[in-house]
């Protein structure tokens, strides 16, 4: 990236999410289209993402049930 780091923080609600695979990667949109964020992954990067979310909420859901 020609020395060019960003960071990027993004809470989700109950917003719209959609997505399209396109070629080789799934494109998913967070938000309202336009004003969301973007997000780009291959078949890899999804398969880490999901398993990594329903530990997460696993985790979530068990510590507000105390």
């Known amino acids: 990236m020609n020395g060019i780091d960003t960071g990027v923080w993004v809470e989700v609600d109950d ?3 959609r ?3 396109c070629g080789d990667v ?5 938000g309202g289209q336009g004003s969301g964020v973007e ?3 291959t078949e890899t ?8 979310g329903t530990a997460a909420l696993r985790e ?3 510590k507000q049930r105390g």
Do not use: D, M, Q, S
Not at 26 to 30: D, G, P, R, S, T
Not at 45 to 52: E, T, V
């Open 45 to 52: 990067g999804l398969a880490n993402l999901l398993r990594n």
């Open 60 to 62: 979530l859901r068990r």
């Open 39 to 41: 997000l780009v992954a």
């Open 19 to 21: 997505y399209a695979v």
């Open 26 to 30: 799934v494109e998913k949109e967070l």
């Open 15 to 17: 917003c719209p999410i």
